[in-house]
């Protein structure tokens, strides 16, 4: 047992010995001494604990001895003697010796790698390089914030001073008064401004002092006159809020279907902060946790600073007060319901269209489907589909949610919807754009009432139906538009769009305002293009030579009062039909209008455009 017990003692007397000489290691270690060092007294203190036999200490020593661990050691050792030294730069004017280099190499024999060399330096990258080099060797770390004051009281521990520095751009936060404690507070932090940059301010914090003017008792138009006579370093003494909000929302992208214009809104709480925007611009909004104003910008100009905008109630809100403000008007569907046929359908045959005017001249004449002279009933049944993008469009939704869709090569052409007013051309654009590539590009076949003729095919002239069966297309909204004439139907339908798509080719139409919102569906995702007319004075060359059919296939010119009624015509589509156009095309000249008509139809197919998201969503839904 004694035996025994001596044994246990040396072993515990050696692993004492051994935690005591690594100690020592982690000591030396600390202090910076020298691996090698530290090593030998290891590899001394182990060959004392190799001669008692203790086990495993061998196998340590063994370890401790190895080539590649002292080697190891030794760069170590070298590494940490380097990083506690500070680099020396060789020289603080690299771009001065850069330039003065590429002088010399201009006077030298022009070999190719000379030639070469001096491209090399003369790089923008390897100046800017240089640049910073120079700018850490001189420690130009400019600008440099002015020391804290002394006197900050040691009981207030709640008390953040923050510095900002002002280059000459708005702070980008808003301040009002509390309305409990009358105190100046924080009221928001514009998203991308220099307070969200600088990650120091938060809506709610308390501002005590600006630039050492205490804020107590001022008003926060006073505090904002003293931030705006400051330059260069703001200095704010403020209590911060005690809960800070979290931000966790997604980006969302709106297509905004109304105007806004922030300096004629006296509600908004900072006029200055606000974002002017127009409908069908897309927006990104970056902040909703105001119920009623959110923060957003232009996706066409994301590098700018977010602005204010009413929230999608509030803007909805603002739309049905001015809507019931308006004195009152007759419905447009009240009144007469049969309206002059201004121009005939383009949809007949050769023979047919011969008889009123040539090919040549159909330039600027009013495009086909036309809704001339349509029954009593049939205006009242599609009133509120025509209304919902006039008369209702102010309770419609201000903001249409969207995303960025690019067509797939499998999938089906997207619908090309032209929209314009009468005579600006629409239809001959159609025209050549089909007769460009019929392979590509072709038009619905519409439907009819009217009885078949001899000479016409069902399916390639007209698909012609029955009255009932057209009047029930229409109840169960299976017409984009449709019309009467001489007693007769005419319509295109979503079916012979549909044929169109699904034969892989671009089905291209023209159709009134009131339907594209018929035609903005997920199935068919139409890309609308507005054919805008050009000044009156430019009107005047062009169409100078062309013609306008009536009802009695009389061929008139066109008058000033038409001129000014089609200016007057888009101007209209425009404001109540804006926010849906993807594209608008200047009709100023007809060979270029259609080249650009050409490219938009190609873009629409091929490259990203913001949709719907609801377009989306329903095509992955199961």
């Not at 330096?121 to 130009?140: E, G, M, N, Y």
């Not at 008390?159 to 008064?177: D, E, F, H, S, Y």
Request: aromatic letters at 8%; hydrophobic letters at 40%.
């Amino acid at each position: 047992c004694s035996i025994c017990f001596s044994q246990g003692l040396g072993h515990w007397f050696a692993l004492v010995d051994l935690l005591f000489v690594l100690k020592c290691v982690a000591l030396f270690c600390f202090l910076g001494s020298g691996l090698s060092h530290v090593l030998t007294l290891v590899l001394q203190e182990l060959s004392l604990l190799c001669k008692r036999d203790v086990n495993g200490v061998g196998m340590l020593y063994d370890l401790l001895r190895s080539r590649w661990l002292q080697a190891l050691l030794k760069i170590y050792e070298c590494l940490h003697h380097y990083l506690g030294k500070r680099p020396v730069p060789v020289t603080v004017q690299a771009c001065v010796l850069n330039h003065e280099l590429v002088e010399l190499l201009r006077e030298a024999p022009q070999s190719g790698e000379i030639k070469e060399l001096r491209r090399l330096l003369r790089a923008p990258h390897l100046k800017a390089l240089l640049s910073a080099h120079d700018t850490v060797a001189q420690k130009d770390f400019e600008p440099t914030l002015p020391p804290l004051p002394d006197n900050i009281p040691e009981n207030e521990e709640a008390m953040r001073i923050v510095c900002l520095v002002k280059n000459k751009q708005p702070l980008g936060a808003t301040i009002k008064r509390h309305e409990i404690t009358g105190d100046i507070t924080v009221a928001r932090v514009i998203h991308g401004g220099l307070a969200d940059r600088s990650g120091l301010l938060y809506a709610g914090d308390k501002l005590v002092e600006v630039n050492g003017v205490p804020v107590e008792g001022l008003e926060p138009e006073q505090v904002i006159n003293i931030l705006a006579l400051s330059e260069g370093t703001i200095m704010f003494k403020l209590i911060p809020v005690s809960d800070r909000p979290v931000s966790n929302q997604t980006t969302l992208y709106v297509r905004a279907m109304a105007d806004y214009w922030p300096l004629q809104d006296p509600a908004i709480p900072c006029a200055d902060a606000g974002l002017p925007f127009k409908k069908g611009e897309i927006l990104q909004i970056v902040d909703q946790n105001d119920a009623f104003w959110w923060q957003a910008r232009k996706v066409s100009d994301l590098s700018a600073c977010a602005g204010l905008i009413p929230s999608n109630h509030l803007l909805k809100r603002k739309q049905r007060e001015f809507w019931w403000s308006q004195p009152f008007q007759p419905h447009l569907c009240l009144k007469s319901s049969i309206c002059e046929c201004e121009k005939l359908f383009g949809w007949w045959n050769r023979e047919e269209r011969s008889l009123l005017v040539p090919l040549s001249l159909t330039a600027g004449f009013r495009r086909s489907m036309r809704l001339c002279r349509r029954k009593s009933r049939t205006n009242q049944q599609s009133c509120y589909a025509q209304c919902s993008s006039s008369c209702y469009s102010t309770l419609a939704a201000p903001y249409e949610e969207v995303v960025r869709y690019q067509r797939h090569p499998g999938d089906r052409n997207r619908l090309i919807v032209l929209v314009g007013p009468a005579g600006v051309g629409v239809n001959e654009l159609r025209r050549r754009l089909i007769t460009s590539n019929p392979q590509q590009f072709q038009s619905a076949v519409p439907h009819t009432t009217r009885v078949q003729k001899s000479y016409e095919m069902n399916g390639r002239e007209y698909h012609y139906v029955s009255k009932e069966t057209f009047e029930n297309m229409v109840y169960t909204h299976r017409m984009l538009e449709y019309g009467e004439y001489k007693g007769y139907l005419y319509g295109t339908s979503v079916d012979a769009v549909r044929t169109v798509l699904d034969g892989g080719k671009i089905c291209v139409v023209d159709l009134e305002p009131q339907g594209i919102q018929v035609a903005r569906t997920h199935e068919l995702k139409p890309y609308i293009i507005f054919i805008k007319p050009s000044s009156i004075s430019c009107m005047r060359q062009s169409r100078k030579n062309a013609r306008i059919i009536t009802d009695y296939y009389v061929n008139m010119k066109f008058k000033e009062e038409d001129l000014q009624e089609m200016e007057d015509s888009a101007k209209k589509m425009e404001a109540q039909f804006g926010q849906f156009f993807d594209q608008v095309i200047v009709n100023d000249d007809l060979q270029e209008a259609s080249a650009q008509l050409l490219s938009a139809v190609h873009r629409a197919q091929d490259e990203p455009q913001w949709v719907p998201a609801i377009w989306i969503c329903s095509d992955t839904q199961p």
